[in-house]
């Protein structure tokens, strides 16, 4: 099993869930954060004083599947967040050696879904 | 502050233009008449009810932002901010002058008694205006006044429009169409002398307003993402605590719009608006409270907010001419004339984040109508055509002044900056830094 | 707003029921005497007075969900927006008429002077009150405290009780229980004539209030997760901004509450008033925070607040006839009193999330039992008569209704609802939308 | 509220000190004169006053806890709330009669007319103050203000000074320097006779709050983290909704400040005067909002609202004797002026974090001076000597204070306290719980 | 060493963290997250217009655990956390090669606790 | 490539972020979290009943890096962290089979960047 978390923009939240339900891909979890990387920064002005501002408004997406669902995750992910602007985000996946649905106790590929 | 003043009680009651304090002047005054006391206390009672229709700004900053994304609240609150003065200063320079002409410089449609603030000879004493109040009370009044109108106008078009636009469009339409519409009836113009009766301004404010937020809607079309193929998808407020202040504040603030209205500490007739006024926000919330729970299954409080707006609204034309019945039947009727408003509009894809379309335009319409019907001796068809020529001449005006903004320096921020939102790309602030907020 | 209008004058001073407001019955109007401008500006202060009250609604409302969690928000501020609706009208329908049934239909315990409102034919004049204030004022005014004591019960209740059983309990304590006791003292029944002293309602709205609150706290139970095992557990309120906004907005009402109670604009009495309520409510927030400071070791905000609203309703009794330095004390131990009272109920397991019934009964006990100390010629026997008459009426009724409604329809939410919030289960809405919260 | 007084009419017109009211003593009162009902409304008048007075602490803590973090605000909420109960208190012990001590005990320079509040014999009757206000109601008046000269402290020295340090610190301001230099001006004393001239006191309260703030922050330095290097790091504040609710009841409040300073109810008056300051507070959002859109490019919100309250601050002085075009010119400058000052303290890496010396003390001075430039017959000399003198006395006295305390209970809290936050430091409590916010 | 990520039901948080002390689990991360999964969403009413939620509030825990308490610990998430019905959440079970403290600059097993 | 997890103070975000933009290390997500761990809590006095705070704020960075970066990073978070005081926080290191940057589809170390 693999575990994928990407991060997005904020704005594609909506869109990249509507393509993962499409995809079957229907557990999802989700979390704030705030990024920076490629993407500049912006610089504000409170009072008088200039901020710079590096760490941008991101969403965390946290995704648990089955070896064969990788590719389909991945280009799902691809296809609601890809818009070709500094920013888009990454995406990382990691294996996933357990997992255990609380509510029966399951183990293993039956658990994740 | 100054408290050994022996001059005061006497200068008081003298009603004298003290700008500089003269005691000289006002020892001479001689006995103190009822009279003169009476026009102290009508006007404290004018001061107090300017006080209270200039805190509903900040009933509305609250009710419009509780309504809206917090991406967008540092705009929305500079622009009621600001609004206020602009408001006031403009009115100060043209739209007083506009709006009360007077007897000499009044046509029937349009007067203008020239630039700033002049008070007249008698503008402090009891023949300004029958010992109601002086001519500075009287222009602030109508000042806090006429910011309203275009407060009205920012709920609607919220989380989408130029800052900058918005603040020329305001600016123009606050001290120009306001104050001529205005003229038609409170400065003695043809309306008044076609015997429409409108007591606070349910068309002459709330309707003007609300006709500039529907030209500004449909020009300015909805907020990305609140219609999405077939299906409409609401963008919850974020701050319920914060619109409901924004609502008590309204009603709170309402007592002076139509208690101040009255122009006067008459007693029979402030009571009788304030006790008009609150059962018909009484039953806008419960007529709005009970159709909404018939119609979405649970009870929405922003339409029981609504709801009490779309009665205070409502009876705003005739607060001093119907009786506490007919009130609470005006307020309930608004009540559910103002969901299904709300919902009729959302239907037509007309994206209104506040409902202030619904309110003081449709509420403000169905009040002065209101009027024809439950208002001994009023007319009817005098109430539909002022219904009618404010809404033939504000519509166009706002549709036009918008398309004019929108082909010059543009309506509506890009869509990367309304994603953004306005508190990034407009001023480049955070309405609540520090807190973790998913905002899609 | 229709400015030209020459019989302003006149027809205020005369002070006719102006409904249809009529030139020709005005301008015959013969000279105006003192007394005619007197009524002006007492009934203006009356108003004022009863704004100032209606704003105290925000403040519960506001002090209730800062010291509640924020699942629950929507709720809280729905039950109070329309508890101000319901008062109103239910006043207006028969609770007016039952508190002050007026001569002709008074018994000792019991009188009702009939359905809705009806001006008497001296409503508007002098004669009503003598000159204080007109008909219809009195109707608002009482109309605003009414709500008052609805409200007291709903912070006490909250976060478990059902929507649709609070606004039952609500409606029918408030049109019915309210007004009874109220009629008792200020409808010159058998408590009045008793000797009996409850100036602005320590008794006749706090006690009754308290005595709600109670009621419901005992049969609701506690909210889940409070009392563990041998444990408190405290769940913190989710905004002390709001909660100390709501604290400072009732203080602000409550020059309307005790100095409209005078019933005049008597400048010797509504000065007195005020000076002893801000004394008292000073004092309270110093007993409150130096109790708190000593007991918890550290200064606790909401200690604080309430220590004001403690002083506030210790003074509500005797404002009029206490000196300002008996106001410092009556305050600084309703302060110190409050503190212990929220401890001690919280080690009886009564869960009471704002403090109400320590804020409202226990201190307004205090309160009517301190006239009885520091009122010149106040009989103490006379205050504990009150004091228990009260209990003992408005508990039983409060209980009865309470259980008869966990009888039938039910008064509390499911568990599951509960641990989701009011917000979701009763109304489907967030009230700050997207904001992050861990609200366990 | 109980009724059926018929001595009520009678009893408020004649004036009588009804402190145990007494009928037989009110029955006697002869035919009613204009000169008391006058009084009447004048009394009113000036307890609407206070009450707004009153509200602006509301609007205090508003502004500060939106311009700061939300990891200190249940500190700062805590702050205000305390002042305004310890500012009546010592007011009613001894400040009034520092401030006032009346024509038997005044000096030049000090005067003291004992312990505690003592109403004269006169004190309910038209005698004592001309009719304007009884004793009551100017002592509370009075009071209202003086706990306004702390909390302008309060906001300088935000998230970083000791609790208990800055109740010390305020006690002893409010109770002994705030009066004493307050009775130079008002209380009769030799800035008076030297003919300088501060209306409500932009001198007077906002000046001397402003010099307590300006030690304050120099004895306490910068906030953790503002100043790093070579760079100004700015700390945003974490509500703008709260700061823009502060700013609007300010000036809600303010009307009261300035229009009860005119101490009666004379129309032309109290008219000009909400007038002029209106006028100011709108120019003062201009100018501040242009002057800010300039430097920084996009307009900020927290700047137009201190455009507000310093162009309230600049005409407080001159409300009175200046024309409404004047007090545009003035606000405009205030408002230009607030902006360059926090840029400039700022450079100056003297830290305030809701720019309350710029407002308070630099738009006080600029106002003061005002009064010299723009009021008629005013001396710019006798101006400048009330600055400078308030200066002279003021800042040493602060900063002796702060310095002592510094030395002797510390000023400060220890650095992981402030980084924590105060609320958990000195409170022990979350100002939102559940919400995650991050606050580095 | 094991990296545990549970996602449970933001109701049953406190509950958890006691079972956990008590299994002598003193070291946990907790986050805020929204989740949708097998647990169907609501529909909510705004101004009269229907909105699915699918993202419901849940609770992310984050716990670095030697290889012999990983027993202990999936037991005790179950303990604190199972009531059987559906949406009280899943268990994620990562490898985790390296753990550093850095107060210490200790790393490995004794890092851990 | 790996992906590194810190939690630590609130208080250090902003130095470790300058420390870690020395060490040239710019992409970093940042997330509030909650911890309890060896940094005891503290308690609470709420209205007159005493809370313990088991749970402190806390700030949970992820980063994910090339092998070769591993020691720089650890060593800039030590370096920006370390008070020597219980609470400084901990360090866990995963292994990162896959990394995919939205915008470009590029993988592996090439998209870390
Ligand atoms: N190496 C990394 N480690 C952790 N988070 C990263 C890393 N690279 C990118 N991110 C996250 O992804 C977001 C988008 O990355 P960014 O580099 O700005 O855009 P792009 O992926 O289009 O080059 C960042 O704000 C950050 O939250
Ligand atoms: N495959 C998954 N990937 C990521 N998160 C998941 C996954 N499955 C479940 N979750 C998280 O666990 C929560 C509960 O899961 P759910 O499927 O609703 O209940 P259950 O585990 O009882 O079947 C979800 O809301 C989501 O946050
Ligand atoms: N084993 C662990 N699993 C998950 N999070 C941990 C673990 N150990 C520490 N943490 C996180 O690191 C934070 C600091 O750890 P703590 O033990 O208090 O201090 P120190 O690392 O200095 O001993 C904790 O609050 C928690 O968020």
């Known amino acids: 099993m693999k575990l994928v978390i990407a991060y997005i923009q904020e704005d594609r939240l909506d869109h990249v869930l509507d393509v993962l339900t499409k995809a079957e891909l229907h557990r999802v979890s989700v979390t704030n954060a705030l990024g920076c990387g490629a993407q500049l920064g912006y610089s504000e002005s409170y009072r008088g004083a200039r901020k710079r501002v590096n760490l941008l408004k991101k969403i965390r997406l946290e995704i648990a599947i089955n070896d064969d669902f990788e590719e389909r995750t991945i280009d799902a992910i691809k296809e609601g967040c890809q818009t070709g602007k500094i920013g888009d985000g990454k995406i990382f996946v990691l294996e996933l050696p357990r997992c255990v649905r609380i509510r029966t106790g399951e183990e293993g590929p039956e658990a994740i879904g | ?440």
């Open chain 2, 1 to 440: 502050m100054y408290k050994y003043a022996t001059w005061l009680l006497a200068a008081a009651a003298a009603g004298y233009a003290l700008v500089s304090s003269s005691p000289a002047a006002a020892a001479e005054a001689e006995a103190l008449t009822t009279e003169q006391v009476l026009f102290v206390a009508n006007n404290a009672w004018m001061l107090l009810a300017t006080f209270l229709v200039f805190i509903m700004h900040l009933g509305f900053s609250a009710l419009e932002i509780g309504l809206t994304r917090s991406k967008n609240t540092v705009n929305i609150l500079f622009k009621n901010f600001l609004i206020v003065a602009i408001g006031l200063l403009t009115y100060a320079g043209i739209g007083f002058s506009l709006m009360y002409p007077g007897e000499d410089f009044a046509g029937q449609f349009f007067g203008f008694a020239g630039l700033g603030l002049t008070a007249p000879a008698n503008g402090m004493t009891l023949e300004y205006a029958s010992g109601g109040y002086t001519y500075w009370t009287d222009f602030l009044f109508q000042g806090m006044f006429a910011a309203t109108a275009a407060t009205i106008v920012s709920g609607a078009v919220a989380e989408r429009i130029k800052l900058s636009s918005f603040l020329v469009f305001s600016t123009l339409f606050v001290s120009l169409a306001y104050p001529i519409v205005g003229m038609w009836k409170w400065g003695a113009g043809w309306l008044d002398a076609a015997g429409f009766h409108d007591f606070a301004g349910s068309t002459i404010v709330h309707s003007v307003g609300g006709w500039g937020a529907l030209a500004g809607i449909i020009v300015l079309g909805p907020r990305i993402g609140k219609y999405v193929d077939e299906t409409i998808r609401p963008i919850p407020g974020h701050s319920m605590p914060m619109a409901t202040l924004g609502a008590f504040l309204l009603w709170f603030g309402w007592f002076g719009f139509n208690g101040g209205s009255v122009l006067s500490a008459s007693p029979a007739d402030i009571s009788l608006v304030c006790v008009t006024t609150s059962l018909a926000a009484a039953a806008g919330v419960m007529g709005a409270s009970v159709t909404s729970w018939f119609i979405q299954k649970q009870p929405d409080l922003s339409m029981a907010l609504n709801g009490a707006l779309a009665g205070l609204v409502g009876i705003t034309a005739g607060a001093d001419v119907v009786s506490p019945g007919a009130s609470v039947i005006i307020g309930a009727i608004a009540g559910v004339v103002v969901v299904c408003s709300v919902i009729g509009l959302d239907k037509a894809r007309l994206d209104d984040p506040v409902g202030a379309v619904s309110v003081h335009l449709v509420c403000g319409i169905w009040g002065t109508l209101a009027v024809g019907i439950f208002g001994e001796g009023k007319d009817f068809i005098a109430q539909l055509t002022g219904v009618a020529a404010t809404g033939a001449f504000c519509f166009p005006v706002a549709y036009a002044l918008m398309r004019g903004l929108k082909a010059t320096i543009g309506l509506r921020v890009s869509e990367e900056e309304e994603r953004q939102g306005l508190d990034h790309s407009e001023h480049g602030m955070e309405s609540y830094a520090g807190f973790q907020i998913i905002n899609p």
